[in-house]
C-alpha cells in the first residue's frame, strides 16, 4: 500500500524559512511524478512545484525563487524547502506523487497524480 506522509509545517514570522519533508512508501518510484501542493481556507487547492522523472522542477510563479522541491531517493524522501515565507503562504500543504511517466506541464495539476498525503500546515505571520 502506498503511503504519503507529510511533516515539518509550523508556524514562522514572515521572512522566515520551513522544510517540508513527505516520506514515501510501498513503492520504488524511479519514474515518478512528484509534486507539493497547498490550500488556504476557503480557496482550491493549488500546485506550488513539482518535480518530473528527469529532475526537471516546475513552480507556480507566487513561488518561483523562494521555494525548492528536491528528493533523496535513498530516503524515499521528497522536500520543500520553503524560503523568505509570506503571510500568502500560509496553507495546509500536501505532496503527491504518481509512478507513471508525466508531461512537465501537468506537474502543477491535481489530476496528474493517484496518491496523496495527509498535509501539513503552515502558518506565517507578519
Known amino acids: 500500500q502506498v503511503q504519503l506522509a507529510e511533516s515539518g509545517g509550523g508556524s514562522v514570522q514572515a521572512g522566515g524559512s520551513l522544510r517540508l519533508s513527505c516520506a514515501i512508501s510501498?513503492?520504488?518510484?524511479?519514474?515518478?511524478?512528484m509534486g507539493w501542493f497547498r490550500q488556504a481556507p476557503g480557496e482550491e487547492r493549488q500546485g506550488v512545484a513539482g518535480?518530473?522523472?528527469?529532475?526537471?522542477?516546475l513552480y507556480a510563479d507566487s513561488v518561483r525563487g523562494r521555494f525548492i522541491i528536491s528528493q533523496d531517493k535513498a530516503e524515499s524522501t521528497l522536500y520543500l524547502q520553503l524560503n523568505s515565507l509570506k503571510p500568502d503562504d500560509t496553507a495546509m500543504y500536501y505532496c503527491?506523487?504518481?509512478?507513471?511517466?508525466?508531461?512537465?506541464?501537468?506537474?502543477?495539476?491535481?489530476?496528474?497524480?493517484?496518491?496523496w498525503g495527509q498535509g501539513t500546515q503552515v502558518t506565517v505571520s507578519s
Open positions: 503527491a506523487a504518481d509512478p507513471r511517466r508525466c508531461a512537465w506541464a501537468s506537474l502543477l495539476r491535481e489530476t496528474t497524480y493517484t496518491y
Open positions: 518535480l518530473d522523472s528527469d529532475g526537471f522542477t
Open positions: 510501498g513503492y520504488t518510484y524511479s519514474k515518478a511524478c
